[in-house]
């Protein structure tokens, strides 16, 4: 039973994280005056896929391996994951949409994901 409940107070830690990275996705955008726009339209469609493809390659490729180490390893393994894919992703909305400030939003996304993945030990023991 133990594991059970355990594994409902994750799954809620999930997602109350997911929405609140939708309700400061949604104040972000309408304090920055951002129109969501897809790199998909723009001429870096295949920049965005072929890199987000080799990131996703490289991370589940050693997966095995880290999965099988100490749990702070496994934290900065997930934390470099994150880093690298909003890092991408905001340099690619910097570069293809010009006239947008998505880059900012993505970056701000990027650090409160950092800070989260870093003290995500300590935001669970405050949930317990």
Do not use: H
Not at 71 to 96: C, D, H, M, P, R
Not at 106 to 120: A, D, E, K, P, Q
């Amino acid at each position: 039973m133990f594991y059970g409940s355990m594994f409902l107070w994750f799954l809620g830690f999930i997602f109350f994280l997911v929405f609140l990275g939708f309700l400061l996705e949604k104040g972000l955008n309408k304090l920055l005056g951002i129109e969501k726009k897809k790199i998909s339209e723009t001429p870096g469609k295949k920049v965005d896929r072929w890199g987000r493809g080799i990131i996703l390659v490289i991370f589940l490729s050693t997966l095995p391996i880290v999965v099988t180490m100490d749990t702070n390893i496994i934290k900065w393994y997930w934390t470099v994951y994150l880093a690298l894919l909003l890092g991408f992703q905001s340099f690619l909305e910097w570069k293809y949409l010009k006239k947008s400030k998505q880059y900012i939003a993505t970056l701000i996304f990027l650090t409160f994901g950092v800070i989260i993945m870093s003290n995500i030990e300590y935001l669970i023991s405050l949930f317990r």
